[in-house]
Structure formats: structure tokens, C-alpha cells
């Protein structure tokens, strides 16, 4: 493992100064606004003076980057500042909904991830069958879609004229487990449609890819059972690809959450986002952005360390 | 209903059987997974699953039979050479087509198919559908159908114009890093590097909340944020091109690197920057829906399909569908796009079945 440590180490440093800079484009977005914050907040119609207050109030009088850095350290910490809406820490109000977001995305890959493993794999295996044409048929329209299409699709049919599931997903925190997975499903089963269709193609892709390499082709010519080719020699080497494949959408899924969310109404990140930009809330703005881009760079990185740490020829260094 | 569940039954079943018989292997396989399904779910949900199973079928096979005249009609119309491309086309390519020659009347003539001005109150608010009005009111009581033929002008059209802004500005700067190398190249690699970073409808919401609502800041924003992604198609495919012999040679001649670029290069990269040019429109499109949706892109009166659903979307808990009608037309639109983009690439890559 000697020689893949350092390789590790290099992307976890990449990825850390990736998100380091799209801190700056954060913080710095807002800094480019015409007038600044206290301007916007006060209006066009404010005094001189009750801008020069507010500015100072804020703390607007200092250089930027002084104020960038004491951001950035908050933001490292758990604390995000203050709401401009509401005057409540965005700490506050962010840290259940984030909790709720995960759930939320995690229960949408707990569905997703085998389904679309296997589907894809089964798609390969039978590739130009019948099912394969289906199945990529379908996942062409359900990629093809807008979330808040398939959204509302099942709302109609799942919850209106069938009412099996809740239309709006209205989790409180005292709320048990399996009254909050009910409640929950119709938004993941959204976002897994979306992303089991995504992954499916992927993994297909990545498995015919493997299937057409010369060591299938030598395994099959020796004579051995087409059952043995797929456990033996296929599914080993096709971990790397899958598990680039999953993290991958795992980082899609963490940010399709906004449309879904706001289709019912679900309390996450995504909605307080959306909230947030029509308020033109810039500190839950900046810190909803942040934790996103945090999570997407997060599984970024993850898909990356996956494919180093499954690829032998970068573990056994010659 | 009893009636319409037998004689749906026994014409599966029969179906099947005379597929068993012929021994279509194909057709037989899926009439038997259909038969299963309905087995399933009519014991679930009811005869009404059976209705509906059936109506989608009908669809379907509507679709197809539309497609196949559509594919055998612009055989005997075409120019030889257009009738040779045509014949390879598969069915999916050819409803595609179809779906978009339609859109794009819908859109030029929407003045004189829409019944009603964009904006124009017709009647009640929520109306139901009647002769009037085809599909009924909106929330202020605007006619649905004739907003929805002018949102194909509206959304279509600023998804159009955004994607080629941000096509233009991609392939361009592609280009200059592939012909220009060094530290050119560098830096634009690692600014498209951090663009691409952020997540993109996260950071188009940033950008808005910023910049403020309005269309010509959804347009550039979006056509900012998709650049990037053309930059690396277009640095990848230019890359190859930039090392042949003929560039060689052009260089040696003195051609300066505007020609390199639009002469030599350009000329050869067109067919893939073609059929990415489809699947970037369909990407644009759909996040260009997404924030109408939310209410960030298109701001009303102007009627745009994603804006539609959210107005309307208070229906849906009443049991409506025909909220879902704009949705399913940005559905509709991106499915025919992909199609079409599929058989692209199939005739660019030389691929023969």
C-alpha cells in the first residue's frame, strides 16, 4: 500500500484546496455586488447615515479578505453568522434541515444504488435484448424529465387518486423513524427515479466496456461457463468502475435535492436555499452554497480515492 | 367495465399465443410481461389500471405508427441523398424529429394557432376545460392551451439563444487553448476547473440571488455556467486536430492563430460539437425550467412552461393533470432531442449494427 498512500494524500490536498477556492468565489460573489449589503438590505430610499450605521453594525468597514477569513473560520466552526431575514443563527436553522437532507438523500440511495446496479448489470449481460431496449428507453424519459414532473406524477397517482403515501413530506424532528420514512418516501422514490436511470446507463456502460476487453474474451475461449466469467473475472474488475459510478451520482443526488424538496415541501437545505435567494438572504445563501459544494466535492473526492484504491496496478507499484 | 377486462384479457392472451405460434420470440416476451403486469396490478388497482394501461399502449403504438409514415413520407420527398440517411434512421430518431419540427411550428406560428393572447383573461380562475378553452384556466383565468403554445416561443427560445451563448463562448475559448497551448491553456483549464467544482443549478441559485431575477441574467448566467463543459469537448476533440500535419503546415505557412482556429480546426470538429450542441440544449433547457419552476428564471406574465406548473401546481391536489401538461412538454421536447442526438452520434462514429 506504500505507493498509494501519497497518491491519496495528493487528492484528499486537491480536493481541499478546491473547496478552499470555491469558498473564495462564495464569499467573494457577494463582495461584487453594486453598493454592498447594507445597501440592499436598507433600499434605495435609506440616508447616508443609516447606511453608514448598518455598515458598521455589519462590520462592512473593514477590508474584505479580513472579513473572508473571520467567514471562513466561523464557517469551519459550525457558525455561518446571522440570518439578514430573520436575525436567527443560520447555524440554527440550518443544522435539522441538513439532517433531514441526508435522510433524505440517503434514503434515495438506499433505494437507488442496488436497483441500479443490478438493472445495469443485467442490461449488459443482455445488451440489445428486449430488457435492454426497455430499460434504456426508460431511463432516457426519466432522465429526460424534470424532477418536479416526476414529482408530481406520483404525487397524483400515489397520493391523490391512490392515497397511499402523504402529498407533502412534513417531517418534525419528534417525529419516529418509520412515521419519517413514510412520510419520506415519495421525494427519495423522486430523486431514485432520476438517479437509478443516471447510474443504470453508467454502470451498463462501464460493464460492456469491460466485457470487450481480450482477458473476458481469453476466459470465454478456454471454455469457461458464462456464469464463472461474470463472478470470476468481470465482477472483480468491475468494482472500480461502479464504485466511480456511484459516487458520482451520490454527489448529483446531494444537490438534485432542491427541486424535490420544494415540489413537497420537505423541510432540507434545498427549500431553505430557495427561500433564501428570493429574500436575497446572502448568509444562508453563502452557507447553503458552501455545505453543497462541500458534500459534492466530498464525493468528488470519494469517487477519485475509489478508483485508486480499486485499481491494482496503482496499489502494487512496479 | 366487466366487458372491457375480458375482451382486454382475451385479446392478450390471444396475442400471446399467436406469437408463441409464429414464434416471434421478441413479441411474445413482452405481451407476456404485459400480461403479468396488468395480472398484478388490475388486481391492485382495479380495472381503471387496465383503462389506463390500455390508453398508454394505444399511445405508444400511435407513436410509432405516426413515426414510421413520418420516416416512409420524407423517403419518397426527400433529395436521394437526404432519403439514403433517412432510411437508416431508426423509429426512435424519426418520432424525434417529428416532435421537433412540431415544436418549432408551435413556436413561429404561436400567434395564430393560440386561440388567445398570452397574457388575455378568458375566464374564471381554475376554469375547467370547455370549447372555450381546451384545457381550461390558469390561476388568474388565462387561457392554458394558448400559454402553452407560446411558452414554446418563450422557453424553447431562451433555452435556444443561452445554449448558443454558451456554445459560442465554449467552443471559442476550447479552440484558443487547444491552438495556443502553454499558459493559455492552463489557466483556462484550471478557471473551468473551479467552475465546474459548484455544483451548477447551485451555483446558477448564487448567482441570482446576487445579480437579481430577471431573463437576461438567467440567460447569462446559465450560458456561464454551461460553458465550461463545452470548453472540454471542444479542448479534447481540438486537441487531436491541433497535431496533425495540415496544422503543421499551416503554421509554417504563417496563418495566424484566428485562422488556424476557424479554418483548419473548426472545419473538423463539427459533428461532434454538433451532437453536444443537443445535449447541452437539453441540459440548458431542463435548468432552465427548474428555476422558472422555483421562480427564479422567467419571470411572469410571460408565459413559460416551468413557471406554469408552479402557478398551477395548487390543482394537482385535487386530482388535475392538467398542471402536468408544460411539464410533460419540457419532458417531451428533451426525450425527441435525445433521440435524435442518439442517432447523431450513431452516424458520426461510423458504428454499423
Same mark, same amino acid.
Given at each position: 500500500?506504500?505507493?498509494?498512500?501519497?497518491?491519496?494524500?495528493?487528492?484528499?490536498?486537491?480536493?481541499?484546496?478546491?473547496?478552499? @477556492?470555491?469558498?473564495?468565489?462564495?464569499?467573494?460573489?457577494?463582495?461584487?455586488?453594486?453598493?454592498?449589503?447594507? *445597501?440592499?438590505?436598507?433600499?434605495?430610499?435609506?440616508? !447616508?447615515?443609516? @447606511?453608514?450605521?448598518?455598515?458598521?453594525?455589519?462590520?462592512?468597514?473593514?477590508?474584505?479578505?479580513?472579513?473572508?477569513?473571520?467567514?471562513?473560520?466561523?464557517?469551519?466552526?459550525?457558525?455561518?453568522?446571522?440570518?439578514?431575514?430573520? *436575525?436567527?443563527?443560520?447555524?440554527? *436553522?440550518?443544522?435539522?434541515?441538513?439532517?433531514?437532507?441526508?435522510?433524505?438523500?440517503?434514503?434515495?440511495?438506499?433505494?437507488?444504488?442496488?436497483?441500479?446496479?443490478?438493472?445495469?448489470?443485467?442490461?449488459?449481460?443482455?445488451?440489445?435484448?428486449?430488457?435492454?431496449?426497455?430499460?434504456?428507453?426508460?431511463?432516457?424519459?426519466?432522465?429526460?424529465?424534470?424532477?418536479?414532473?416526476?414529482?408530481?406524477?406520483?404525487?397524483?397517482?400515489?397520493?391523490?387518486?391512490?392515497?397511499?403515501?402523504?402529498?407533502?413530506?412534513?417531517?418534525?424532528?419528534?417525529?419516529?423513524?418509520? !412515521?419519517?420514512?413514510?412520510?419520506?418516501?415519495?421525494?427519495?422514490?423522486?430523486?431514485?427515479?432520476?438517479?437509478?436511470? &443516471?447510474?443504470?446507463?453508467?454502470?451498463?456502460?462501464?460493464?460492456?466496456?469491460?466485457?470487450?476487453?481480450? &482477458?473476458? !474474451?481469453?476466459?470465454?475461449?478456454?471454455?469457461?461457463?458464462?456464469?464463472?466469467?461474470?463472478?470470476?473475472?468481470?465482477?472483480?474488475?468491475?468494482?472500480?468502475?461502479?464504485?466511480?459510478?456511484?459516487?458520482?451520482?451520490?454527489? &448529483?443526488?446531494?444537490?438534485?435535492?432542491?427541486?424535490?424538496?420544494?415540489?413537497?415541501? &420537505?423541510?432540507?437545505?434545498?427549500?431553505?436555499?430557495?427561500?433564501?435567494?428570493?429574500?436575497?438572504?446572502?448568509?444562508?445563501? *453563502?452557507?447553503?452554497?458552501?455545505?453543497?459544494?462541500?458534500?459534492?466535492?466530498?464525493?468528488?473526492?470519494?469517487?477519485? @480515492?475509489?478508483?485508486?484504491?480499486?485499481?491494482?496496478?496503482?496499489?502494487?507499484?512496479? | 367495465? /366487466?366487458?372491457?377486462?375480458?375482451?382486454?384479457?382475451?385479446?392478450?392472451?390471444?396475442?400471446?399465443?399467436?406469437?408463441?405460434?409464429?414464434?416471434?420470440?421478441?413479441?411474445?416476451?413482452?405481451?407476456?410481461?404485459?400480461?403479468?403486469?396488468?395480472?398484478?396490478?388490475?388486481?391492485?388497482?382495479?380495472?381503471?389500471?387496465?383503462?389506463?394501461? =390500455? /390508453?398508454?399502449?394505444?399511445?405508444?403504438?400511435?407513436?410509432?405508427?405516426?413515426?414510421?409514415?413520418?420516416?416512409?413520407?420524407?423517403?419518397?420527398?426527400?433529395?436521394?441523398?437526404?432519403?439514403?440517411?433517412?432510411?437508416?434512421?431508426? $423509429? =426512435?430518431?424519426?418520432?424525434?424529429?417529428?416532435? +421537433?419540427?412540431?415544436?418549432?411550428?408551435?413556436?413561429?406560428?404561436?400567434?395564430? +394557432?393560440?386561440?388567445?393572447?398570452?397574457?388575455?383573461?378568458?375566464?374564471?380562475?381554475?376554469?375547467?376545460?370547455?370549447?372555450?378553452?381546451?384545457?381550461?384556466?390558469?390561476?388568474?383565468?388565462?387561457? $392554458?392551451?394558448?400559454?402553452?403554445?407560446?411558452?414554446?416561443?418563450?422557453?424553447?427560445?431562451?433555452?435556444?439563444?443561452?445554449?448558443?451563448?454558451?456554445?459560442?463562448?465554449?467552443?471559442?475559448?476550447?479552440?484558443?487553448?487547444?491552438?495556443?497551448?502553454?499558459?493559455?491553456?492552463?489557466?483556462?483549464?484550471?478557471?473551468?476547473?473551479?467552475?465546474?467544482?459548484?455544483?451548477?443549478?447551485?451555483?446558477?441559485?448564487?448567482?441570482? =440571488?446576487?445579480?437579481?431575477?430577471?431573463?437576461?441574467?438567467?440567460?447569462?448566467?446559465?450560458?456561464?455556467?454551461?460553458?465550461?463543459?463545452?470548453?472540454?469537448?471542444?479542448?479534447?476533440?481540438?486537441?487531436?486536430?491541433?497535431?496533425?500535419?495540415?496544422?503543421?503546415?499551416?503554421?509554417?505557412?504563417?496563418?495566424?492563430?484566428?485562422?488556424?482556429?476557424?479554418?483548419?480546426?473548426?472545419?473538423? /470538429?463539427?459533428?461532434?460539437?454538433?451532437?453536444?450542441?443537443?445535449?447541452?440544449?437539453?441540459?440548458?433547457? $431542463?435548468?432552465?425550467?427548474?428555476?422558472?419552476?422555483?421562480?427564479?428564471?422567467?419571470?411572469?406574465?410571460?408565459?413559460?412552461?416551468?413557471?406554469?406548473?408552479?402557478?398551477?401546481?395548487?390543482? /394537482?391536489?385535487?386530482?388535475?393533470?392538467?398542471?402536468?401538461?408544460?411539464?410533460?412538454?419540457?419532458?417531451?421536447?428533451?426525450?425527441?432531442?435525445?433521440?435524435?442526438?442518439?442517432?447523431? $452520434?450513431?452516424?458520426?462514429?461510423?458504428?454499423?449494427?
Amino acid at each position: 500500500m506504500g505507493g498509494v498512500l501519497p497518491l491519496i494524500g495528493k487528492r484528499l490536498l486537491l480536493g481541499l484546496g478546491t473547496l478552499l @477556492v470555491v469558498s473564495i468565489i462564495i464569499f467573494g460573489a457577494v463582495e461584487l455586488l453594486p453598493g454592498d449589503i447594507a *445597501q440592499q438590505i436598507l433600499g434605495q430610499s435609506a440616508t !447616508e447615515e443609516t @447606511v453608514a450605521a448598518l455598515r458598521e453594525e455589519l462590520g462592512l468597514n473593514r477590508p474584505s479578505y479580513i472579513r473572508y477569513f473571520e467567514w471562513l473560520g466561523g464557517a469551519v466552526q459550525g457558525d455561518f453568522g446571522v440570518s439578514l431575514a430573520n *436575525q436567527r443563527s443560520v447555524a440554527e *436553522q440550518l443544522g435539522p434541515r441538513f439532517a433531514n437532507t441526508l435522510f433524505l438523500a440517503g434514503l434515495a440511495a438506499v433505494i437507488s444504488v442496488p436497483l441500479a446496479i443490478g438493472l445495469g448489470v443485467l442490461a449488459a449481460l443482455y445488451r440489445n435484448s428486449v430488457f435492454d431496449r426497455v430499460a434504456n428507453a426508460v431511463s432516457l424519459v426519466s432522465i429526460s424529465s424534470p424532477e418536479f414532473f416526476l414529482g408530481y406524477i406520483l404525487i397524483v397517482y400515489l397520493a391523490v387518486q391512490n392515497q397511499i403515501f402523504p402529498a407533502i413530506s412534513n417531517v418534525t424532528p419528534d417525529m419516529d423513524f418509520i !412515521e419519517r420514512l413514510y412520510r419520506t418516501m415519495l421525494p427519495a422514490i423522486t430523486m431514485a427515479l432520476v438517479v437509478t436511470a &443516471y447510474m443504470m446507463r453508467m454502470t451498463r456502460a462501464a460493464i460492456i466496456n469491460l466485457l470487450a476487453s481480450p &482477458y473476458i !474474451e481469453m476466459a470465454r475461449l478456454k471454455g469457461v461457463p458464462n456464469s464463472k466469467v461474470i463472478t470470476r473475472h468481470a465482477l472483480p474488475n468491475a468494482l472500480a468502475p461502479i464504485i466511480n459510478v456511484v459516487a458520482l451520482n451520490l454527489a &448529483y443526488l446531494i444537490t438534485g435535492v432542491v427541486l424535490v424538496e420544494v415540489v413537497f415541501v &420537505y423541510p432540507g437545505v434545498g427549500q431553505l436555499l430557495v427561500d433564501s435567494v428570493t429574500k436575497r438572504d446572502f448568509p444562508v445563501v *453563502q452557507a447553503c452554497c458552501l455545505i453543497f459544494a462541500a458534500t459534492f466535492i466530498l464525493f468528488n473526492l470519494i469517487a477519485d @480515492v475509489g478508483a485508486i484504491l480499486s485499481n491494482p496496478r496503482l496499489r502494487h507499484p512496479k | 367495465m /366487466i366487458s372491457f377486462v375480458i375482451i382486454y384479457y382475451a385479446f392478450l392472451i390471444l396475442a400471446c399465443c399467436v406469437a408463441a405460434y409464429y414464434k416471434y420470440r421478441t413479441a411474445l416476451l413482452i405481451l407476456f410481461t404485459l400480461l403479468c403486469v396488468s395480472l398484478i396490478s388490475g388486481l391492485l388497482g382495479g380495472a381503471d389500471v387496465l383503462v389506463n394501461i =390500455t /390508453i398508454f399502449v394505444a399511445l405508444l403504438a400511435a407513436a410509432a405508427g405516426l413515426s414510421y409514415s413520418f420516416r416512409e413520407s420524407l423517403i419518397q420527398v426527400l433529395p436521394p441523398e437526404g432519403a439514403k440517411l433517412m432510411r437508416t434512421a431508426p $423509429l =426512435t430518431a424519426a418520432f424525434g424529429l417529428l416532435v +421537433i419540427i412540431a415544436y418549432i411550428i408551435a413556436a413561429v406560428f404561436a400567434p395564430v +394557432i393560440a386561440p388567445f393572447g398570452e397574457a388575455e383573461v378568458v375566464g374564471s380562475s381554475f376554469a375547467p376545460p370547455d370549447d372555450v378553452m381546451l384545457l381550461g384556466g390558469d390561476q388568474l383565468g388565462r387561457d $392554458l392551451f394558448s400559454r402553452l403554445i407560446y411558452g414554446a416561443r418563450n422557453t424553447v427560445g431562451i433555452a435556444l439563444l443561452t445554449t448558443a451563448i454558451a456554445f459560442i463562448v465554449g467552443t471559442l475559448a476550447g479552440l484558443v487553448a487547444a491552438s495556443m497551448g502553454g499558459w493559455v491553456d492552463q489557466v483556462l483549464g484550471r478557471i473551468v476547473d473551479t467552475l465546474m467544482a459548484i455544483p451548477q443549478l447551485i451555483f446558477a441559485l448564487l448567482l441570482l =440571488t446576487i445579480v437579481g431575477t430577471s431573463v437576461i441574467n438567467l440567460i447569462l448566467v446559465i450560458a456561464l455556467l454551461y460553458s465550461p463543459l463545452i470548453f472540454r469537448l471542444a479542448r479534447a476533440v481540438a486537441g487531436n486536430i491541433v497535431v496533425m500535419d495540415y496544422i503543421e503546415a499551416a503554421r509554417l505557412r504563417g496563418e495566424s492563430t484566428w485562422y488556424l482556429i476557424t479554418q483548419e480546426v473548426l472545419a473538423n /470538429i463539427t459533428a461532434p460539437l454538433a451532437a453536444e450542441f443537443g445535449l447541452r440544449f437539453c441540459f440548458v433547457f $431542463l435548468a432552465i425550467s427548474a428555476l422558472s419552476f422555483l421562480g427564479l428564471g422567467i419571470q411572469p406574465p410571460t408565459a413559460d412552461w416551468g413557471s406554469m406548473v408552479r402557478e398551477n401546481a395548487t390543482l /394537482i391536489s385535487f386530482g388535475a393533470t392538467t398542471p402536468l401538461i408544460p411539464a410533460a412538454a419540457i419532458a417531451l421536447l428533451t426525450v425527441a432531442v435525445n433521440f435524435v442526438v442518439d442517432w447523431m $452520434l450513431h452516424i458520426s462514429s461510423g458504428l454499423k449494427e
